[in-house]
């Protein structure tokens, strides 16, 4: 899990309840099924149309898989690297049958090695799968940007229904209050859906999806210097040539 | 019919219905000849302005084929394409001749070749009919991005007279409450209009335009390998390759 | 006149009376001079200090010129082109004097021609004019465009001003309501400005920017084949090729 | 002074005075130093924290002078130029020592050419003079346009103040009124800045800044040519080729 | 510390108290530790979801360097670098050991230069280092955007919450004022964050970033012609060269 996103999200529910509790107001209140109809039933509504079932449904599994799969920093992915280069040169290829390796694109990229596949043809297997998740994720913003703009227009059609209906039947003055919260409810979880989830995923998926093609493409490089035999340091030394400013991009601590 | 879209579409409007009814509202308050009349005359009126006539009566017949024509997977048109070949290269192109064929745009480019026109002059006729299709999507996806645009302003300027009026004769305090709901409801239409019809549909038509775009290219590259006898195997090598981070482009869930 | 903006522009106030009297409600209690100062008076000045008195001036007469000046179709364009270039090739081109002719452009090239100017000269007077053509038609834009931004800012600033004055003096209940719709006339009046007039006139003047340049070229085109003498048919063959892409732009259902 | 700026200006505020007296109103109500504070003065602030001292006090520098300078229109300038390489064909470059010269930017490059300095030392000079007076309206149109999105957020920072402040003590209900109007008031000024002072001179910057580019462009050529003894007539026609399309740019009634 | 950014911040907040103060307010009416913990609590949860905890920390980190580290003008950039030319053409290289250098960055290059790498190496190395500060400074100016954006959204989720909760218990009328006070009070804060903290910082990082750019590239061409024992007098002026435009772009009082 992504710990920076877990911890903005609970964050961010425990700051909604905090500021409930704090006016010690109760949580029930905010439970009411005719906003969440509108809001959460309406951007389904809208993002299907704008999308399909099956974009929709693959960006929940697309952000899924971002925040739990793990993640590789670019100097473990190197290590490994360089430990199975070491091996390669000591043994042969044939030798990594069965050797550990943690990181799934790179173990996928050795059994093609093992298989004895060219190494053109390998490239391409693997930049094929590269794109394939950048394109996913691609499609993921896509759907969750959506999801943001989508949730704050049903937020205040809801909150419009709730008024028109309120104010087309005052004759209760003590009903108008409650009506009234009621109706609120929906832009408060219209803008809650937005701005607190929709869109900070869509904006990390982005993050995720720029290291993601960084590090495959670490990898595939890393694996084709390994194939054709190339000294451990030397791809070592190509490896980090290669990505210094991405890497350094990705932290902000390490420079004076 | 794209089923997403419909989905959509109904998922909407029951998500409507069903938060009224929930709040033991009636149907009956949200339907007032006022609101009605700003908010959709006034939008067709602006969106004439814009573009005119044919292009605005052209949009809604670009959205209605783009969502009742039968669409075509790149698969089904691959193999239709590799069934012709092979038939194409037993019988001679002349046996094509009553040949049933499912996708429209791939039979007359089929009757092109039977009526003996040269690659050239076939390429030209359908890529021509190809740009028709994507140029009448654009100005699709133009009236309706207006349509979004009207439809909020129509809406605001709806509530804007009918606060007006009820703020200029406020001898009845009774009246006060409904000459509101009637009010707000044109900002409502003009939010429901915009958001939940007009912008999605002119997001489909953008994703749509790329899909036709691409499946059209594929029938006349098909069609120029099948004029000139390519082995059908070929064909499809060929196709495939043509199509594919495109086609995956348009799936999310078929990759690791 | 341009008859799908007439239609939008007498259908848009049409939409406007019509809700007005559907209410029961006077046209008088939108007539107000407070707020009419405000928002036309305001958006002038606005335009006056971002474009001065030139450009201003200038943008409505550029819109009237747009909306009423005869426009031909690319098909007419072609089919006088051919029909002089006939006579031409009989007569000679100074047979060309005295000839009827309905496009103010040709005829002005014609008479170029007639005078016996060089090909070089006359492309270069008609380019200059045409590029003075579209010129017109961006200060435009620009003008309407800033107009659709000034018109609902002073809206506000209006319907604010309202609102201090009424609310600094409230001695009298029974003002408020009035004195608030007048207040709120000066934001439906901006609204109104903005989206009902300005804006439109500002996307037609685009529309018809892109119809003029092209209908322009075509006539430079077709006067530079005439004076070389080429055959009719050319003619006709090369203006039909220079232009099926962006003459298909303007309409949207001769298409399959 | 720029007249139709001077126009909008004076108008702008006209229409403000004419619509607070047209209703009776007193301008008293509109000066209050709450929201004159909090708008001026954090709108300066925010200004000051982006851009610092010495941009914000240039901006205004700069706005002073590109609307109180003398403009030259192109025409005076060839007309200008012409007449002085008159002079210099017949008397040399030294006779031209004393002449008067109404253009400044004209008047220093003559000078440089007394002087003797070489075409090479003189063109960058200049140009680096030119460059200088654009950067100055580049810096002057960021530091407005800041203006222009500080003003209405601070007019809303302080209409939120003002409206704690009132609802946290309600015990005198006649005091309400005054309150909220004193409250609005911030809005307006922010509105009032923004839309009707910094975003349109803001505008009207950036047309300066062409301006000058383009006249200065001109006074550089005309010098260069004049340097090397060119015809009159010679740089007269080159200067006037030199800028047509620009030139045009700027006035939209000259052409049918 | 950057003087204009001391200045506004302090100004805007001086604003916000004297504005309070000054309708006879008390500034414990905005001290509530609802409003407080949503907007501030829900924007960090929300920038942290989108950025991480790592670049949430590095941002205030590169913030606070920006404003307090010492900036150098270029002119005392390039004074210095004359004088250690100056003194490495009189010793030679060693001789700069010891030497009393005040720009930090000029200091690390004239180690590297002493420690006698080689040319290519420097500048590899203090490129790296240049290209760690720009990146420092997007992801600076990034998170500020964000928290910019998130501000306002949260304080209006805040304010939501106030209303729901207020109106859903409306049986005591005293206590709905000082309630909507507090909930307006959520709002307050998002604008006040968003627009008197955040945004004007993020533009602040973006200028320091180009300053920062700048000046280091200027210490690095330095360098370069230090150690090939370049002519300080060649030095300066290749130096005084290399900047015009864009030294003259951070001021804007020192041209005619």
Known sequence: MDFGTL?????????????????????????????VIVVFGGTTSVVLMKFGIKNFLGAFKTAGKAFFFKKYSHEEIIEEAVKIADAARKGGLLSLEGIEIKNEFMKKGIQLLIDGHEPEVMKKILTKEMNLTVERHMWGQKVFKA????????????????????????????????????????????????????????????????????????????????????????????????????KRGSSVNDAA
């Open 7 to 35: 911890l903005g999200l609970v964050g961010g529910l425990l700051v909604l309840y905090l500021s409930i509790a704090g006016d010690g107001g109760s949580i029930k209140t905010f439970m009411n099924a005719h906003p």
């Open 147 to 246: 999801m943001g703009e989508a949730g704050p227009a049903m937020g205040m059609i809801g909150t419009l229904m709730g008024l028109v209906l309120m104010m087309s039947n005052m004759s209760d003055p003590k009903s108008i209050g409650p009506a009234m919260a009621i109706a609120l409810l929906a832009t408060f979880y219209g803008a809650v859906v937005a701005n607190m989830l929709a869109l900070p995923i869509a904006e990390k998926l982005e993050l995720r999806s720029n290291e993601e093609r960084l590090s495959k493409s670490l990898v595939i490089d890393a694996l084709l210097g390994i194939q054709v035999g190339q000294n451990p340091r030397v791809i070592e030394e190509a490896l980090k040539n290669y990505l210094p400013r991405n």
